[in-house]
Nanobody, 121 residues
Framework: QVQLVESGGGLVQPGGSLRLSCVASGIIFRRYTMSWYRQAAGKQRELVATITRFDSGGRTNYVDSVTGRFTISRDDPKNTVNLQMNSLKPEDTAVYYC????????????WGQGTEVTVSS
């Protein structure tokens, strides 16, 4: 059974920081591209950040609105992907979801349950 469990969300003031974590089980983690998505109320889910497999270079990519403020990283021995979020803005408020996509098997795609981030004074 595949599980992705996110943690680290919460309420933070503008300009503050949060670190989200996602722990995966039931998959061979190192074979997956890992991503963070977010969905704000009334909006479509959007891709925030992606990190490829280490043996594919561990390349990262970010949506323009978070470039320079967010950092995605992975720890394969711990089956964990993190999202360090700095200089948070009210528009970063959303539910953040972890996603695992197998690098070769398109049908092997999994989602976590989400963790809520609220940026407000």
């Amino acid at each position: 059974q595949v599980q992705l469990v996110e943690s680290g969300g919460g309420l933070v003031q503008p300009g503050g920081s949060l670190r989200l974590s996602c722990v995966a089980s039931g998959i061979i983690f190192r074979r997956y591209t890992m991503s963070w998505y977010r969905q704000a109320a009334g909006k479509q889910r959007e891709l925030v950040a992606t990190i490829t497999r280490f043996d594919s270079g561990g390349r990262t990519n970010y949506v323009d609105s978070v470039t320079g403020r967010f950092t995605i990283s992975r720890d394969d021995p711990k089956n964990t992907v993190n999202l360090q979020m700095n200089s948070l803005k009210p528009e970063d408020t959303a539910v953040y979801y972890c996603n695992a996509q197998h690098s070769l098997l398109r049908g092997s795609n999994y989602w976590g349950q989400g963790t809520e981030v609220t940026v407000s004074s």
